[in-house]
């Protein structure tokens, strides 16, 4: 009898389990039906990255791999469009239609003309909420709405025109230039003398000035990472980037991604973070309110805590704005030395332009910074070859359709359901040679960087969007451009000449590290040489 009862269990589970596969294939068979009948009245697929594995792992492991090797240009370049021969293409990963596109007109449809049809959506705000909460990075409709209205006081001109923040640290950059890397202290002794030629990795200086710059204007008070070579905020601060790019890469399979580092380092965040949130809120909403706003004393923080007292508010704006202010600026930054260091002509151009501006020694004005054309093409061009951040994903908030990438040539609108994501790369679009004139005496090859195209070509709308485009452009993009202006600026002052270290490191391939934020993968080495002082 035992016998029997075991055998109709068996039984029972078996066809459980075959009744269970059974519908689930019977539903995948027809969501699809009915995905390719909502596509086909919208109009024509485009073309289809090829995957081997099922879901795509292949594909997905490809993504996650080539990350990790700092390859994802190539990837994204010759893998994914250059394969397909098209600029906008398709692929199924882990079940879902995913698009990627480098095209222009595609990138304005979705930051600006279709701004309507598509948002962040609930899973990018799922895969990043542990990082950067409910902020301005996260959202859609009134709730980014919100936060956008929020931030937008903090980056009038007459905030970004106050550059006694970005002079004050300047100071230490250079003490830090001359010790070759970040100082022990405060109080350290440092010869400014006999610097020239000397090797050092100014990259890694220029996160640290940012860095300081970054939380004395939201917090009040800077981490001094300039004169802490070991500092625990920084250090954390990085890891959760480092780790929650692969949780983006990875999509549904992010949960398989260890999370122990993640977790450790976002509390240290913050509870630095916590800390001058507390400080700021034992302040009454009056004494708030009195606050003088030219004071250097009122901070960003304070102008957040002024319309909230929610804690996870201020957290999750301040994070998302630290996180805009420190790296994208100390990136770009990086990248400029790191081609002006190959460049000795630019240089000199440059530094010419400075010098007659200003001299040597007077520190300049918001007014002095944009008056000065090349050193404006000098950002431009960096910005072009190195967007700061090279890839992004939308999710389509209802069927909808792109301007191209369907039909069998890719000219068609392609159709894009609901909950679709679109992956989009300004890395790719702005290197694309086929958005250019052609090379002449009097424009350089698209591929390298070439400040003196800016003197009589300007890029169509949306074939060059750095800073994003639309109802989502960066508020801070003109604090940025103060900021790097004012950094090169004042370098060029000092220094008359730059030379690059990294030819035996990279060939002169440089490593593009695209966490969140598109970085130097290998530092950037250089030496410079300070001017000699006239009389």
Known sequence: MGLVEAFLDNVSLKTSFIVLVVAYGAYCIFSRIDEHRRIRRLGHYGPRIKTYAPWGLDLVAKFVM?????????????????????????????GLRMIFTADPANLKAILATQFGDY?????????????????????????????RQL????????????????????????????????????????NMENLDGKELDISDLFFRYTLDVATEFLLGWDVKSLT???QEFAEAFNEVQRIQNIIARTGKLRHLIPKYKFWRSLNTVNHFINFYIERALRLSPEELATKAKDDHGYTFLHSLAGFTRDRKVLR??????????????????????????????????????????????RTPTYEHLKSMSYLKAVLNETLRLYPAVPFNVRLALKDTTLPRGGGPDGSEPLPVLKDSPVAYSTLVMQRRADLYPPVSDTFADPGIFSPDRWAHWHPKPHDYIPFNAG?????????????????????????????SRMKDIDGGEPLLKADIVLSPGQGVKVAFWEAQKSG
């Open 228 to 230: 802490t070579p070991r």
């Open 471 to 499: 109802p989502r452009i960066c508020i801070g993009q003109q604090f940025a451009l103060t900021e790097m202006s004012y950094v090169l600026c004042r370098l060029f002052q000092k220094y008359d000449r730059v030379e």
């Open 66 to 94: 080539e990350t990790a090797k700092h390859q994802n240009l190539a990837c994204w370049r010759d893998g994914i469009f250059g394969a397909q021969n098209s600029w906008t293409v398709e692929a199924r990963l882990l």
């Open 316 to 361: 999750d704006q301040i994070i998302a704005v630290l996180l805009a202010g420190r790296d994208t600026t100390a990136a770009t930054l990086s990248w400029a030395l790191y081609e002006l260091g190959r460049h000795p002509h630019a240089v000199k151009k440059l530094r010419t332009e400075i010098v007659s501006t200003l001299g040597t020694e």
């Open 151 to 190: 931030i937008r006081p903090q980056f009038t001109r007459d905030r970004v025109s106050d550059l006694h923040c970005f002079e004050a640290h300047m100071q230490t950059l250079f003490k830090a230039i001359a010790n070759r890397g970040p100082l022990q202290g405060e109080d350290q002794v440092v």
């Open 119 to 147: 948002g962040k959506g609930k899973p990018f705000h799922s895969e990043w909420k542990d990082f950067l909460g409910d902020s301005i990075f996260t959202t859609d409709g009134a709730s980014w709405h919100t936060s």
